[in-house]
């Protein structure tokens, strides 16, 4: 697969960020000739450190998608963009929806008018997200499923998946979108618990803490370990028969809350708990949610090649070994 | 009908618009105390001399609803908010998508976010617009119909869609969404050929230019007189049992691109021809369209009362005895 990519030039918007950086890491490797977007929005995840060991090889610029003067200067020449970078939290596109909107509508749709004007040629893996779902009427869900999203950033990565789609029919600008599932490993972002419940039982199973799950532990999702997640985006930048297209990622073997705490439990010692919903949460909560992967399986032979418990040992481990979070 | 609005505090957003000023001087009519809110975007059909005749009787703020410090003060003490500011252009979506997000979509959760902080009794009617549904599958379009829309303007009237229901489900702000079809009457912008067919068939038949078809001529739309418009927001203001839905508008009798001309060439004396349609008119054209507004009359009882033919009557004449339009 990396030899795909070697010697071609490709941007990575989000490319200090948790999966953004792992991409880059992955292409740099492989060879590429890399650029990196990224706005260091407080709170985002983007740190310059998470490109330690390859960032004398890789072209950052700090710079804002949502800048449309800064961004037909920097799309030009690239033959990819994996475009990450956005907001990715729920709860936080509860408390500031228009900072949601403008990080993921204003910020992609910036994106795609300076290619337009600038590098038509180019091509865009997009990295969406399952939440455009809402609440699953059965599961596993499968890209037929209804898009009905239950917060602002549902609706803002749902608007911004028309956009590409829009762009594709009408200006010839190739993309594929890809609907991402719950993402964990090196780099991501321990320290904001408003991105999602897995950094943050992460963050307190490394430091003894109380992991309080919220409900009964039965809830069930499916875990991508980023390597595996990156292996599907550089499958998407390379295959054009997936041009024009949405697909979901997901893991064959979901798993319950509770599960993934006693699989952390095998691996650190510290307490938990299960608690009632908070209000605020319960309130744009999805339920259970397992992906349908087999339309990506199918066009791309991508599978999932780390289970739950590899990827969280790895995960682990990673952080044990660096200095990036507390570790007893 | 008009009952109902006497004495209530009513807002009506772009209320210096085509449709707007129609709500405006119906609730006047009937009795109520009417706030406007329009921001007299150039080009955007807001116009003082729209509200000639009740200006003394309505309380209008020039102000922007994508300005968080004005809306917080203005959407206050209003029992109803009629949200009609906004961009209708799907060519100006394309021309510049930037600012249709941000009247469209920046407006709106500007406006629920000033309710969600300062008035959440209210109840808010949303002009949503046929044009979600793309190109339809098949023909009368019913609420049913996928959600695809072809243009700019279409994902960021589709993304407002999702806040209004959003608000409803999470924050308890009542509203309910009418998707409009092309709506014509007095007061509508004649001069703005960016703004869709039908004005500038008027206004070149009022004018004695030609008028030119895209296509053959056989296109199918379906037209509602503003009156009939007018009717279904209060409606849809007054009737709880429609809250948190989605509704059509249409007309029992769809008409082709052809047969209007023909209607106004019965009333004025002009030239016509069909060309081809420009490519970039073509790439976001739907087709044919006819929508299937059942759902709406069972709930509401509402049905279209002027035909195309007695529709387009009282519009020529409107201009004919106004100083609004070109008149030979």
Not at 156 to 181: D, N, Q
């Amino acid at each position: 697969m990396n030899d795909i990519y070697f010697g071609k030039r490709v941007l990575v918007t989000g490319g200090l960020g948790f999966i953004g950086s792992n991409v880059v890491h992955r292409l740099v490797e492989g060879g590429a000739e890399v650029g990196v977007i990224d706005s260091l929005v407080s709170g985002h995840g983007g740190n310059l450190e998470n490109l330690a060991g390859v960032l004398d090889q890789v072209n950052v610029s700090i710079s804002d998608i949502r800048d449309m003067d800064q961004m037909t200067h920097l799309v030009k020449d690239y033959d990819i963009v994996f475009s990450l970078a956005g907001q990715v939290s729920h709860s936080e596109s509860m408390r500031d929806p228009l900072l949601d909107l403008s990080l993921n509508c204003q910020g992609q749709l910036t994106l795609l008018e300076a290619l337009r004007r600038c590098n038509r040629d180019t091509k865009v893996v997009y990295s969406s997200t399952r939440q455009v779902y809402g609440r699953p009427e059965d599961i596993p869900v499968d890209e037929c499923h209804p898009v009905n999203p239950v917060d602002t950033n549902g609706i803002h990565k749902m608007a911004a998946e028309h956009y590409f789609s829009h762009y594709y029919e009408v200006f010839g600008i190739r993309s594929v979108i890809l609907r991402l599932t719950n993402t964990y490993g090196p780099r991501m972002d321990l320290e904001n618990d408003s991105k999602g419940f897995l950094g943050t039982f992460i963050r307190k199973a490394l430091c003894g803490e109380t992991v309080c799950i919220f409900g009964d532990g039965s809830q069930i999702r499916d875990l991508n370990y980023v390597d595996d997640v990156v292996e599907a985006m550089l499958l998407a930048g390379a295959i054009d028969s997936v041009d024009g297209k949405v697909f979901n990622l997901g893991h064959p073997e979901p798993v319950s809350l509770q599960r993934i705490v006693d699989i952390l439990q095998t691996l650190l010692e510290f307490p938990s708990k299960t608690v009632p919903f908070p209000v605020q949460a319960k309130a744009i909560d999805i339920g259970d949610y397992w992906g349908d992967y087999s339309r990506y399986r199918s066009e791309t032979n991508w599978e999932p090649s780390v289970s739950v418990e590899e990827g969280l040992y790895r995960t682990v481990e990673w952080y044990q070994e660096s200095d990036s979070a507390c570790v007893q």
